[in-house]
């Protein structure tokens, strides 16, 4: 469906992370002062200090899909237009931005927690945008976590859906779907505690599984487990390339 309008989402991110147990470190980004290296349309640090290995080679010097507004404490975050991981679509004009554990003492086995908070979500009507939390080692191998909007199936109302899915050589794999949407915030608690993954999008299990209802067995992103260094970060897609964010 096409949707000529300018859609507006604004991003309150909150990345916590804790590394345990030889070392710990938090993290927390509230959007109140420039800082980081990775800039936003004006030139201001936007918090985030790297991009996800595969994304953006087309992007230097200031992010024109980023804005600070420090005194909303919100980071503007514009869609990557025609952006898509399944298949790689045009991985290298999206801006896929956040941190590397690595910088907080992660060394591989550690347990960790990545939590986001996205506020004022105005874009209802966009199908297939996503706008999600991010964990993976390159655009190729990961877990993205958010909403995917199914307006086909919701007409006239909110259709952003909670959803989850690993990302693996590639390709999507094992998607998790909802039929509860997220309304105007969303909160994304992506977690390994003990080896064990659990993915959460505003409180609700959204782990990937063999069946899209969650009704088939689990299917946690294993295959991060060996990474020496995880990428956390966060994208809006508009896969569609017909719905532009501003």
Known sequence: MKNNSRL???LALAVAL????ARASLLTLDFNTAGGTVLDRNGAGSGFTARMPGSGAN??????NLLL????GVLQLRSSPGADFNGQANMASATIVGVNLSTLGFTGENDFVAKAT?????NLHAYPDQLCLVVG???TNLIRAGFINFDQYHPG???NEGFAVNTINAGDASPRFNVAVVGSTMTVEIRRT??????KVNGFDRLPNANGDGSGAPAPPSFLDSATNLFVGVVAMDLGNDSPWS
């Open 8 to 10: 507006k989402s604004l």
């Open 18 to 21: 804790g590394v345990m147990p």
């Open 59 to 64: 992007i230097t010097g200031s992010d024109t």
């Open 69 to 72: 507004r420090t005194g909303d």
């Open 118 to 122: 996205f506020v004022n979500l105005t």
């Open 137 to 139: 080692t390159a655009t």
């Open 157 to 159: 109302a909110d259709a």
């Open 194 to 199: 003990s080896g064990a993954w659990s993915v």
